[in-house]
């Protein structure tokens, strides 16, 4: 978990089906994206 601006953290997640394939999860203080490809 990293945040690249203030108020938004990024992390990362394992997708599990293709050697390194992940989820992103952004999160602010009032909204979640979560993209998976």
Do not use: C, M, Q, W
């Not at 601006?5 to 999160?27: C, M, P, Q, R």
């Amino acid at each position: 978990t990293f945040e690249p601006v203030n108020g938004v953290k990024v992390t990362f997640y394992d997708a599990g089906h293709i050697l390194g394939s992940s989820v992103i999860l952004l999160e602010s203080e009032d909204k979640r994206i979560l993209f998976s490809g």
